[in-house]
């Protein structure tokens, strides 16, 4: 059975073949004589400075507290004959910069203990670390958003609520059109939603798309998270008034909706509402439909103040009128 040793000729055949797989293992290794200078130095990342080899020191290639901390971890391998493992973090105006160091005494035939040094870069690990803390934290505070805003949904709905079964139907659709909202931003990696889309999404929960009697004007606007939830909230409530009362009601309506906004950042979206002939429908002095003004909290109290706007919303005999002015967030 052969020897598992290797002789003194062996090893240095082996050297070239040891450093091409530190190389390949995108690690970087720095050898050090006994008097403290540097012989030999290979995959180092970016960030640490070129050397002179040989006789590069420790403050050619270290500076500010990692010099501390590597002639520390030096004096220490070098005294107990441990291995040290620590980890070298900098953030800069223009940099993060983090690398595992892994420092451990040598010795060999003729050469005095000395330094070997293997040097691992974390920077890329690390970014991705931050990144994922970063998205897991505004996941943390979308979804309190999003329970808030259920929260006000139940409770804006139980109190024009007269019966469990209106209630219930009412906050079921409601949390359809905020879900079908929510998946819009979702699918844009949470940057927001185009108006055009959101408003599509929200009319073909009722009705067939390319229906004739629904125009969608202005502009496209890329609403934020915030603006998308909100504006499919009041968008849902002016469709189902409309299909239970209005123009989508029948065929002679006409719904208009329009998004308008300038360069300063701030939006109108008009909603305005041909009705068309509507024999059912009993239009009190007030602008409620049978005694109630469907909708009227979600769409003059609840969205203009979650945008920190204002809205009208207006009903006359055969024409309903709704506009909502907010800024982009």
């Known amino acids: 059975m052969p020897s598992s040793r290797l002789t003194y000729e062996t090893r240095g055949a082996l050297a070239p ?12 290794v720095v050898v050090k004589a ?3 200078s540097y012989l030999y130095a290979s995959g180092l990342p970016d960030y ?8 590069a020191t420790d403050a050619d290639l270290f500076e500010g507290d990692w010099l501390d901390q590597i002639i520390e971890a030096q004096e220490q391998v070098l005294q107990t004959g441990q291995q040290v493992v620590l980890e070298l973090v900098r953030t800069t105006n223009k940099q993060y910069s ?30 991705r670390e931050d990144t994922l803390k970063a998205l897991l934290r ?19 709905t139980a109190r024009t609520s007269d019966d469990l079964g ?32 959101l408003a599509v999404q929200q009319f073909t ?8 009697r629904i125009s969608i004007l202005g502009d496209d606007v890329i609403l934020s998270p915030n603006g998308a939830t909100h504006i499919g909230l009041a968008l849902h409530e002016l469709i189902t008034n409309s299909v239970a009362f209005g123009a989508l009601s029948n065929r002679s309506g006409r719904v208009h909706l329009t998004c308008e906004g300038d360069e300063d950042g701030a939006f109108t979206v008009i909603w305005d509402e041909d009705t068309g002939t509507v024999p059912d429908r009993t239009l009190s002095e007030d602008g409620s439909v049978n005694g109630k003004k469907f909708g009227s909290t979600v769409l003059e109290r609840v969205v203009p ?21 907010f800024r982009s967030a």
């Not at 073949?17 to 970087?28: E, N, P, R, T």
């Not at 009412?170 to 909202?181: D, E, I, N, P, T």
């Open 305 to 325: 103040s979650a945008l920190e706007g204002r809205a009208d919303y207006d009903i006359a005999a055969h024409h309903v009128i709704y506009r909502l002015y």
């Open 98 to 127: 983090a690398c595992e160091c892994t420092v451990q005494r040598y010795e060999s035939v003729g050469i005095q203990p000395a330094v070997l040094i293997t040097f691992v870069d974390l920077t890329p690990e690390r970014k």
């Open 205 to 212: 929960r009722y009705i067939e798309a390319g229906d004739p």
């Open 17 to 28: 073949l040891l450093l091409m797989a530190l190389k390949s293992a995108a690690v970087g």
């Open 48 to 55: 640490f400075p070129k050397i002179v080899l040989p006789g």
């Open 166 to 197: 209106f209630f219930l139907t009412k906050f079921r659709g409601r949390l359809a059109a905020l879900s079908s909202a929510q998946d819009l931003v979702t699918d844009s990696n949470w940057r927001g939603a185009h108006f055009r889309e």
């Open 34 to 36: 006994q008097d403290g």
């Open 138 to 156: 505004e996941v943390s505070h979308r979804s309190k958003n999003l329970l808030a805003i259920v929260q006000s949904i139940a409770s804006q």
